[in-house]
């Protein structure tokens, strides 16, 4: 560890063979809470790179559990957190409705950190219990078309840095791990980033994993296709900037898309877009979020069939068809 500490203070990058031993050490109890906080805030200092990101990323499979969905190709849709804005549940909203529309979702996520519900938060509140087991995910997969993979039962090593990231109380690089350690390692990502700083590491990091990607950032600082801003995507195909007039949608404003001040508040918002009396921004925006999903599954689709797609499975009550369906499964 004084070896890496003493690179990282020289204003070196580590290799993705040393965090990956690092996140081994790690778990096998090899530092102390000092030498692990002290090299958390080195790497914030410094700024990340992305084989330093991919090594911890190796770490963190390898020491968790894996998931076996058959070989069904299948998409996560996760946000990193941290943008601050307390949102309402828009990416779990819109993976119930590509659910609905036929598409096969692996949610991964977990409880929140800066909002006030996170994607476990919403499905905890709805009665859901959480599980490792194969055959329920799979079945929830099949019949629900989403199954939901609660972060903590499988990276397990997570849990051995909460309590020094939880004493240093600022953001550190395993903020951005959580969508990129989804235990089932879908063959689609979607992924929304704070700020494009990330988003750059992040398309970086996808193009070395060798998924099927999309990573978009809002320009007003949300991780996810909020429609109260233009926003840039970036895809294995292109990079673009979009507006929500390009996607036919109204600007909103941010009080829209607001989740609330309790998991309650936020709860109904999230019940209320699946069963189609929300309002229209809330609407929208899962919408939005939705159709780029399908886009990523769909290659060569337009933007228009998407968004009819998504629009259609909420409207035709399939979105929440499939949440009653997950939640008859999984509760």
């Not at 560890?1 to 580590?14: A, C, F, P, V």
């Not at 193009?207 to 991780?223: E, F, M």
């Not at 195909?237 to 929500?244: C, G, H, L, R, S």
């Amino acid at each position: 560890m004084t070896r890496y500490l003493e690179k990282l203070i020289e204003g070196d990058s580590l290799t993705r063979e040393d965090t990956h031993g690092i996140m081994l050490g790690i778990v096998e109890g090899k530092y102390n809470d000092c030498q692990t906080s002290a090299l958390l805030m080195a790497i914030q200092a410094k700024g990340i790179t992305v084989d330093e990101l991919l090594g911890f990323r190796d770490g963190i499979l390898e020491t968790g559990r894996h998931v076996d969905l058959g070989g069904v190709p299948t998409i996560d849709i996760v946000g990193t957190g941290g943008d601050g804005k307390n949102s309402f549940n828009i990416s779990t909203c819109a993976a119930f409705v590509m659910a609905g529309a036929g598409y096969k979702v692996s949610k991964h996520g977990n409880g929140g950190s800066t909002s006030v519900s996170g994607a476990s938060n919403v499905l905890a509140g709805h009665g859901v219990k959480f599980t490792d087991d194969e055959g329920i995910l799979r079945r929830s997969l099949d019949e629900a078309g989403i199954c939901y993979l609660h972060a903590p039962l499988f990276a397990l090593g997570m849990k051995w840095v909460a309590p020094v990231r939880k004493a240093i109380g600022i953001p550190t690089c395993f903020n951005l791990l959580g969508p990129l350690v989804n235990p089932c390692s879908p063959k689609y990502s979607l992924h929304g980033t704070a700020n494009q700083t990330q988003m750059r590491l992040y398309t970086n990091v996808h193009q070395k994993i060798g998924d099927t990607y999309s990573v978009v950032t809002s320009y007003d600082g949300y991780d996810e296709i909020s429609l109260t801003s233009g926003f840039k995507i970036n895809t294995n195909y292109f990079e673009k900037v979009i507006t929500p007039i390009d996607m036919g949608f109204k600007y909103v404003r941010q009080s829209d898309i607001y989740g609330g001040d309790t998991q309650e508040e936020a709860r109904r918002i999230f019940d209320s877009v699946l069963e189609n009396t929300s309002t229209e921004a809330q609407k929208n925006v899962v919408i939005a979020n939705a159709a780029c999903g399908i886009s990523i599954m769909e290659d060569g689709m337009t933007m228009a069939d998407t968004i009819e797609i998504a629009r259609d499975s909420i409207e035709s009550g399939k979105a929440l068809e499939a949440f009653r369906k997950f939640l008859d499964i999984n509760s």
